[in-house]
């Protein structure tokens, strides 16, 4: 009797990269919850836009370059970076702009190096970044969350939703429903010259341990992550040594000055930190290669990130934080060069 | 050196061998022809000291080794050489010259077979030629003449024999079903062994999944020592059992040494430059074979089994066994096999054929169905997202996703620094990698176009070396000329006397 023969290995454990991308997608769902629950359906359309748009400009990019589209769409990476997009804007981002942001996070963050695996930046973090500098205000426009007050109502944030995601002039209706993020609100209060505790006794930013509306949103995320971790689909160095990157900075400034410096864990559970830590900083494609390498990847993300919030011109700093180490993966790379077994 | 406890990373993989390993050993009859491949397994031939037509008998030596990584071959059979030719077989490349006996039932031995009186008493010089002469070869899956490696051992110094039981392959269990069923003999053969190799210790080592293989080499251990207590001469107080954690690649050489040795053996360099010495169970085991009955290399254990046969098992198989025998003794084929692999489902080599015979070095035969290999036939490449798991389970701590790359750009300073060379071929980069790249072919053709770069390279530089070293003996011979010519004119000139008429 003959037989077919075929190199070793003839067995494989069956894991598949469509299959890490729907985990990252489900791990995401608690904070997409919280997301809704307090500051209203905008997050539903952010993503539904940003999908539609990611399927169409990857299925345009691989038709441009002459790729077969059905498998690369079917991989799910497009969604992952499509869903940290929607994550990452204002819930309140009118439609063509999620949709701008979107596709060129596609073709500029991917396409553009080769498509899948070839890309040096994270994707969403591209057109996250090329949305902030270019549109500053829509991007900075956020709904007030519900745990503020108990003024305005669920059914009220949707209808602003709708509203602002098909483009009305939000200033004349929507007037005290909109504002800026906590962390934007104490840049701004700090720049005025008021002190931290001021600020936060004003009740209106921040709670007991994180900021209004955001610490829930990190606090799920963090589950999520944790999730992720736990079925080995991110291992624990990315999200680690970014929280440390920025929790012990924060921790040794908020010791010194307390009146100007943010507690660790108001800078744990404010903007995109859970985000960034467990789900963006981790994208394998654009981070360092070896354990050690993402220990210095994620410290510097996180570092950077602190800087930014600190002193920098923009209330949140992780998207620049990762484009920056993004930029530094190659050196790191070269440094962190595990040592091979009898070397 | 560097210490290291265990090597790096490594993953516990579904063993699949409870299968086969339930039953005894069965014993294969005398099959009616075998073809033995000069080249058992270790890449290296023997040469055939018989004709065709000859007359054999078993035990009769048919094949010579020439080189010091080939085995001498012993026919397993009484009758005649029908053909010396090539065919496929079960070592690099799928062909070989082999040579055909075929049995004429007469079961005579060869009178040079004989009892191995006084193996005990023999120096260890006189063990290693002996152990040469039985063809005594790595039955572990690597075919490599044993008494090479002891050889190398004792030029070096040998602090350490490991005997490696530790068999962490899926689907294979030979070792195991020859442990449980003849640990005297493993035992046996480790005193010899690590007499040859003027080893300080042998260290067996057993993976922890393997209770009842464990626990007959501990009894086996403890009855030879009762039996010589008093006799100091064959007392071995330095043979010791090892349980070693199941995670594959244990078994293989480097790594098995550092988690029983504590010590890693530097890249480029053999174990036997760090003093250690690593032998399969099996082969121990046919060394005390060798020892007790005087019998060279004729048979084997071999496990049969995967989804493919009827009743998977373990058979101890003359050499050159065609498989398709050793399939009919495991009740024939079932369902649709789609490969036939002598070895593990991880390493092991896919085979043309079921007519090819058992060689030394095989030490199973994997049917497999869609069932035991459909996650590699349904696999679809895609590209590489850098994800690590592949680094996470590299045994040798490599960064396969980096060596791909430079695989796929065929840099060959870049699979240098990265250590193509330092793959052991394990298939675990290959096995968790969720875009399904065949990483370990990439590497062996890496390697492959490396040493083919490497030789090139090598005959490059000889060759200008050659046309440098002749130049400049053209130049010294003209040289010399030269001065001959002018030493001459200049006596002649001193003499004032011209013979070429005044016109020089």
């Keep these: 009797m003959r037989f077919d023969t075929s190199p070793a290995p003839h067995v494989i454990a069956g894991y598949t990269v469509p299959r890490v991308m729907f985990q990252v997608l489900l791990a995401l769902v608690p904070a997409g919850i919280a997301h809704v629950a307090l500051f209203g359906p905008g997050l539903l359309l952010q993503l539904s836009v940003a999908c539609v748009t990611a399927l169409l400009t990857e299925a345009a990019a691989l038709r441009w370059r002459g790729r077969d589209a059905v498998p690369a769409l079917k991989d799910g990476s497009v969604l992952v970076t499509a869903f940290l997009l929607a994550f990452s804007v204002p819930p309140l981002l009118p439609w063509w702009l999620g949709a701008l942001g979107t596709a060129l996070a596609v073709l500029l963050g991917k396409h553009v190096f080769g498509g899948l695996g070839q890309n040096p930046f994270n994707p969403a973090m591209v057109g996250y970044a090329i949305l902030l500098v270019s549109f500053p205000a829509e991007m900075t426009r956020w709904p007030v969350p519900l745990d503020v007050d108990g003024t305005h109502t669920w059914p009220e944030l949707a209808r602003l939703s709708f509203a602002s995601f098909y483009g009305a002039d939000l200033t004349s209706h929507w007037d005290g429903y909109t504002g800026a993020t906590a962390l934007d609100s104490i840049r701004n209060g700090l720049a005025l010259r008021y002190t931290l505790p001021e600020l936060l006794g004003r009740g209106d930013i921040a709670g007991e341990f994180g900021a209004r509306g955001f610490a829930w949103i990190n606090l799920a995320a963090l589950a999520g992550g944790i999730y992720l971790m736990a079925r080995g689909i991110v291992r624990w160095h990315i999200p680690v040594a970014v929280l440390a990157g920025l929790l012990v900075p924060s921790f040794i400034a908020h010791a010194l000055d307390s009146g100007g410096a943010l507690a660790p864990t108001l800078q744990a559970f404010s903007g995109a930190t859970m985000l960034a830590a467990f789900f963006i900083a981790t994208d394998p494609v654009s981070a360092a290669t070896s354990d050690r ?22 209330p949140d700093g992780f998207a620049f934080a990762v484009l920056l180490l993004n930029l530094a993966v190659p050196f790191i790379d070269r440094y962190t060069v595990p040592r091979i077994y009898g070397r | 050196m560097a210490v290291r406890s265990t090597f790096p990373a490594g993953l516990a993989l579904d063993a699949h061998k409870q299968q086969a390993c339930g039953a005894p050993i069965i014993e294969l009859p005398q099959p009616p022809r075998v073809a033995l491949a000069l080249d058992q397994g270790s890449g290296y031939s023997a040469e055939p000291v018989v004709a065709v037509g000859a007359t054999v008998a078993i035990g009769t030596l048919v094949a010579r080794a020439n080189h010091p990584y080939a085995s001498a071959l012993h026919s397993p059979l009484a009758g005649t050489v029908a053909a010396i030719e090539t065919r496929d077989a079960a070592t690099e490349g799928g062909r070989s010259v082999c040579i055909v006996i075929e049995s004429d039932g007469s079961g005579r031995i060869d009178h040079r077979v004989r009892q191995a009186e006084g193996a005990a008493s023999l120096s260890p010089d006189e063990l290693i030629q ?222 043309p054929s079921d007519e090819v015979g058992v060689t030394k070095a095989m030490n199973c035969v994997l049917v497999a169905t869609r069932e035991d290999i459909g996650s590699r036939l349904g696999a679809v490449e895609m590209p590489c997202i850098r994800c690590g798991d592949c680094a996470n389970v590299c045994p040798v701590g490599l960064l396969p996703q980096q060596l791909h790359r430079a695989a796929v750009a065929d840099a060959h300073d870049s699979l240098r620094e990265l250590g193509v060379r330092d793959c052991i071929d394990c298939g675990l980069c290959d096995y968790v990698c969720p875009s399904q790249i065949p990483l370990a072919d990439r590497f062996r053709d890496a390697r492959r176009r490396l040493n083919e770069a490497d030789a090139m390279a090598a005959r490059a ?35 004032g006397d011209d013979p070429a008429g005044g016109t020089g």
């Design chain 1, 293 to 314: 390498g993402r220990l210095w990847y994620g410290a510097g993300i996180g570092l950077i990130a602190w800087i930014i919030r600190t002193w920098g011109g923009y």
């Design chain 2, 130 to 351: 002996w152990l040469r002469d039985a063809g005594i070869a790595g039955l572990g899956g690597a075919g490599f003449p044993t008494a090479t490696k002891l050889a190398a051992g004792r030029a070096r110094g040998t602090q350490t024999l490991v005997l490696n039981g530790a068999e962490c392959e899926p689907w294979i269990c030979s070792d195991d079903a020859l442990m449980r069923s003849a640990a005297d003999e493993v035992v046996l053969g480790a005193i010899l062994l690590r007499r040859a190799a003027g080893a300080e210790r042998c260290v067996i080592a057993i993976e922890d999944d393997k209770p009842a293989a464990i626990a007959a080499v501990t009894h086996a251990i403890e009855r030879q020592r009762n039996a010589a207590q008093g006799d100091h001469d064959q007392r071995d107080d330095e043979l010791t059992l090892a349980v070693v954690p199941a995670v594959y690649p244990q078994g293989a050489e480097r790594q098995l040494i550092t988690t029983v040795a504590g010590i890693e053996i530097r890249s480029g360099s053999l174990p036997a430059d760090a003093g250690v010495i690593c032998q399969n169970v099996a082969t121990a085991a046919a060394v005390a074979r060798w020892a007790t009955r005087g019998e060279p290399i004729l048979s084997r254990v071999v496990t049969v089994t995967g989804s493919g046969v009827e009743h998977p098992c373990n058979v101890r198989a003359p050499i050159g066994t065609p498989l398709s025998a050793l399939i009919a003794a495991a009740g024939g084929y079932r369902g649709t096999p789609l490969r036939l692999i002598a070895g593990g489902s991880m390493t092991g080599r896919a085979l």
């Design chain 2, 461 to 495: 530089a000889d060759a200008r070396q050659r046309h440098e070293t002749r130049t400049h003996r053209l130049l010294e011979a003209a040289a010399a000329e030269q001065q001959a010519f002018e030493s001459v004119r200049n006596r002649v000139r001193q003499s």
